[in-house]
């Protein structure tokens, strides 16, 4: 209703056409008019986020309700099994949200976009549709195979034609013993209700109806041809208030009742640029008509990157399934805010406009924003279905804004519309498509961007990368591969040392100051792997302690590599692949490669790669290993385990990767110089104590910056990405690091021979005695985040250099390996605690809660 006013009354009152049925039916539908051959009128519904803006959450929540219904028609059982399939194009996102209501089921969507490379599992017809070919194109074959329920979802049922068209169809193929039909509104008349139950008989199959409201349209005779006419009648030149666009231009339509026609406006005057303002656009032809606003000067345009998580579909094209779905809801926050960053501060009235087919995203993404903003937030999307508009409150479409596909689409090019957006008094429209629609013919002066910009003071574009699978088989992959990066080119370590299986980002800035990248990181808005901490650099009094520490430890170290190194051999492989985790095992690696050169002649082979917690390790770099080494005979290398985030990280990965059919061989087992944590069986001590690599950064590391894995920069075939830091040359001590552990070989080989013997006979399951006290500890001092909790000596020292320290917890009594914390604390100010039966010889704790104002775990200023 539109004060008062049925959106139907119009349509209703020209041709006669009745809406009959339950209460509710007139708020959830109104009509309109369009040009199509086959049916004059259109049912336009209110809360589906199509044609008419609504409230993401009644959008969403209207999807969600009939979800929860289906799933107590199937029962826990069934509904467990069930798919879901949605209708393109307008029912894409209503159906993922019935699939969200039932809670566990996969989504899968029909499309009109053929997709290079990915195989049609079926199709169908929609008899009444402006655009008919539907195309089925699940990632996984095996998605439609079962006996499951299959819940089918369209915003109407209708005829019952395209439901019957689809079962026949899918039927043929994938035969099973039940189907659930779902729609917004139960529309079909008394000869089509029972079709369907005959129709189950036919297939001996069961076929439920599940539905908000029920009704029926009744249609005088000739409706078809008088609606033909009156749209002809209101699209002509004689009928319209305004002079016609030329054809395919972005155009303002506002249908003029007292006039009876709609008002064409031609297309505004073209952006000025990718962001600021344009020229004015075109004064409106009829001044004296005050139903026809003037075209206000094109607003500002803006572009936000989202930051959507690699991998994850834009949608259910596809197939979208439960772990998509988790991924999905862990990173709509972080989106949400930066979407809520772009919009003006003082926007109360924000629209948020998806793409044809891409229903969900949008809505998801408005729905959140809905969460965290006063503005007032609306969502409708853009549509290829032409409707006449007319600007009355009893008609269901006020206005249309007509440009061109952007998308290259397999039937050619041709108008698509947003309907009631213009007029809509949004002061922000942010435009949510897909990469393939981001064209330039989104972007050309007759363009949708150019088109909004005429009728709200800002436009806000987010693109979501568009999703293909990747082929079941990709032959030769690993040949396309590029071979390591090696020294001096990339690192200051010697060229046999090392193999980097990295690409080499050393022009790219990607360093930001230490407290805004932390902002960043704990308010969701960015991953750690994105940017690079600027790299300390020590002063005079902290590379004599370095210095010093490395003359006090280096028998020590030297002892702990001989350990680790002869355990790898004797128990993983007498000729090993050392696989390093850059950056902090490469200087393990490379020692335990000397020390098999040293004591045993072995050449061994030693690579370096990436793995970022969160996001896994590289999997081209896996495919690499595979295609030159046995996967058995690899041995991943780190400097040290704290809480064991990493070891747990690298098991999911090398099972991620065997699953999506890589490899299979690798063993996740991490050796490890130190393991204070009990995380591995695999080390050389488990003695928490200072290891001078831990000390610096990139100058202990053959120049090497930390990891970096962002979506810009790192492509589906690359590695991922570091920086050689050449000009830290004058203070690099990587090599001096290597020769003076190495130099102390000899004098320990013995030792190292009775300890390997000892291990090798003894009990080494880890216990996980760290993971243990990290969940205390972040209890206790009330941080409630384990990620903020970094245990041992070499974590702590790295929460120092790179992070935002908020406090230090020190075992009582410990000595000279904790000299250089006490230093990097003192010169940041943080205090240092000691503690009672810590498991740990020191524990960092990074600022919980962090703003720029330095919060702790209770929200208020910590002095510092």
């Known amino acids: 209703m539109n004060n008062g006013v049925w959106s139907g009354t119009w349509v209703a009152e020209r041709l006669g056409v009745e809406l009959l049925g339950d209460d509710t039916l007139t708020d959830l539908l109104g009509l309109a008019l369009r040009r199509n051959p086959k049916r004059a009128h259109l049912l336009v ?7 008419v803006p609504q409230s993401p959450s009644v959008v969403h929540g209207h999807g969600f309700a009939l979800g929860r219904r289906v799933r107590e028609l199937l029962g826990a059982e069934e509904a467990a099994e069930a798919v879901v399939l949605g209708y393109a194009e307008t029912a894409t996102g209503l159906g993922h949200c019935v699939a969200d209501g039932l809670g566990t089921a996969p989504y899968l969507h029909s499309t009109r976009r053929p997709v290079a490379g990915v195989a049609a599992a079926g199709g169908f017809e929609e008899s009444h549709s402006h655009a008919t070919s539907h195309l089925l194109l699940p990632e996984d074959p095996a998605l439609l195979v079962g006996d499951g329920p299959l819940v089918l979802v369209d915003d ?14 899918l039927h043929e193929r994938y035969p099973r013993r039940r189907y659930v039909v779902v729609a917004l509104v139960d529309m079909r008349s008394a000869a089509d209700a029972g079709r369907l139950d005959v129709f189950a008989r036919e297939i001996a199959a069961r076929v439920d109806l599940v539905t908000t409201a029920s009704g029926t349209v009744r249609l005088p005779a000739g409706v078809l041809e008088k609606g033909q006419e009156l749209v002809a009648r209101h699209e002509s030149p004689a009928g319209a208030s305004g002079p016609v666009a030329p054809p395919l231009s972005a155009s303002l339509e506002r249908g003029d009742p007292h006039r009876g026609g709609a008002a064409d406006r031609r297309s505004p005057a073209p952006l000025s640029g990718a962001l600021g303002t344009a020229r004015p656009a075109t004064a409106d032809p009829h001044p004296d008509d005050d139903r026809a606003p003037q075209m206000r000067p094109q607003g500002r345009l803006a572009r936000v990157d989202l930051f959507w998580p690699r991998g994850l579909p834009d949608g259910g094209r596809h197939g979208f399934t439960p772990r998509h779905r988790e991924c999905l809801e862990d990173a709509l926050p972080a989106m949400a805010a930066r979407l809520a960053e772009a919009i003006p501060a003082d926007a109360r009235r924000v629209h948020i406009l998806g793409f044809e087919e891409l229903m969900y995203a949008p809505l998801r993404l408005a729905r959140e924003l809905e969460q965290v903003t006063d503005a007032e937030i609306r969502y409708s999307t853009t549509t290829r279905s032409p409707v006449l508009a007319v600007d009355d409150p009893g008609y269901a479409i006020r206005s249309r804004i007509v440009f061109p596909a952007h998308d290259d689409p397999a039937d050619g090019p041709g108008e698509r519309y947003a309907y009631n957006v213009a007029g809509g008094g949004f002061d922000a429209v942010v435009a949510v498509v897909d990469s393939v629609a981001d064209t330039a013919a989104l972007h050309a002066p007759d363009g949708l961007l150019a088109q909004l910009a005429a009728h709200t003071p800002h436009v806000i574009l987010a693109v979501v990368p568009s999703y293909v699978p990747e082929p079941l088989y990709v032959p030769e992959r690993p040949a396309m591969l590029p071979e390591p990066l090696r020294g001096p080119a990339f690192s200051s370590y010697p060229p046999e040392e090392v193999g980097w299986l990295l690409q080499d980002l050393s022009d790219v800035t990607l360093e930001a100051p230490t407290e805004e990248r932390e902002e960043a990181i704990q308010s969701g808005g960015a991953h750690y792997a994105e940017s690079l901490p600027v790299e300390y650099q020590p002063s005079e009094q902290y590379q004599e302690l370095f210095h010093a520490a490395l003359e006090t430890s280096a028998a020590r170290i030297a002892h702990a590599v001989g350990v680790v190194t002869e355990t790898v051999i004797a128990e993983r492989s007498p000729r090993p692949v050392l696989v390093s985790l850059a950056r902090a095992g490469t200087p393990v690696g490379v020692l335990m490669r000397r020390w098999a050169q040293a004591r045993h002649g072995l050449d061994l082979a030693h690579y370096a790669v990436s793995i970022v917690r969160g996001r896994g390790i590289d999997a081209n770099a896996l495919r690499w290993l595979a295609a030159h080494h046995d996967p058995r005979d690899v041995v991943f290398v780190d400097g040290w385990t704290g809480k064991g985030a990493i070891t747990r990280e690298l098991a999911a990965a090398i099972e991620e990767f065997e699953a999506g059919g890589g490899a299979a061989g690798f063993d996740p087992e991490i050796a490890v110089l130190a393991d204070p944590g009990s995380c591995v069986r695999t080390y050389g001590t488990r003695e ?18 930390r990891t970096v894995l962002r979506a810009d920069l790192v492509g589906p075939n690359d590695f991922h990405g570091a920086k050689f830091y050449r000009e830290l040359a004058d203070a690099d001590v990587s090599v001096a690091f290597l020769d003076a ?28 005695e760290g993971w243990r006290a990290v969940e205390r500890i972040s209890e206790e001092y009330g941080i409630h985040d384990v990620n903020l909790v970094k245990p041992g000596v070499g974590e702590t020292t790295r929460v120092l250099l790179r992070r935002v320290p908020w406090k230090i917890l020190a075992r009582a009594g410990a000595g000279a390996d904790l000299d250089h914390v006490r230093l990097l604390a003192g010169q940041r100010g943080v205090p240092v605690e000691e503690v009672d039966d810590l498991p740990y010889t020191c524990v960092g704790l990074i600022h919980p809660q962090y703003t720029r104002g330095a919060t702790g775990a209770d929200g208020k200023a910590v002095a510092v």
């Open 741 to 768: 552990v190495a130099a102390r070989f000899p004098e320990i080989v013995d030792a190292v021979d009775g300890a390997v013997k000892e291990l090798l006979a003894g009990d080494r399951t880890p216990s996980w």
């Open 688 to 705: 928490d104590f200072l290891i001078p690599s831990a000390c610096l950064n990139s100058t202990v590391s053959g120049l090497i910056s």
């Open 156 to 169: 109407e049922f209708s005829t019952g034609n395209t439901v019957l068209n689809t079962i026949r169809a």
């Open 45 to 51: 519904s209110n809360v589906l986020g199509k044609h």
